[in-house]
Nanobody, 118 residues
Framework: QVQLQESGGGLVQPGGSLRLSCIAS????????MGWFRQAPGKQREFVAR???????KFADSVKGRFTISRDNAKNTVYLQMDNLKPEDTAIYYC????????????WGQGTQVTVSS
């Protein structure tokens, strides 16, 4: 059973920063693409950022230039560094991993709340 555990969420003022972490247990993380999604109240879950097995990254237009994604395969961990946060970034952030060869092997964490407010 794959388990993903997010941490690092919280309350931050506009313009502030947070760093989310997601530890994946029972998988060999270098066999998975890793990423983050988010869901704001009353909205559908949306893509935020992804980092492939080889280290290529992709970001949603809304976070480009503000968010950075990285991974440490030795620790089975993916990070999301969020800078210059805006109130519209408020959401539950979910970690996601997808196997590089079988997209049916697609797993989600429980989510961590990020609230940007003054």
């Amino acid at each position: 059973q794959v388990q993903l555990q997010e941490s690092g969420g919280g309350l931050v003022q506009p313009g502030g920063s947070l760093r989310l972490s997601c530890i994946a247990s029972t998988i060999t993380s270098d066999m998975y693409h890793m990423g983050w999604f988010r869901q704001a109240p009353g909205k559908q879950r949306e893509f935020v950022a992804r980092i492939t097995r080889s280290g290529s990254t992709k970001f949603a237009d809304s976070v480009k230039g503000r968010f950075t994604i990285s991974r440490d395969n030795a620790k089975n961990t993916v990070y999301l560094q969020m800078d210059n946060l805006k109130p519209e970034d408020t959401a539950i952030y979910y970690c996601n991993v997808v196997h590089v060869s079988n997209s049916a092997w697609n797993y989600w964490g429980q989510g961590t709340q990020v609230t940007v407010s003054s």
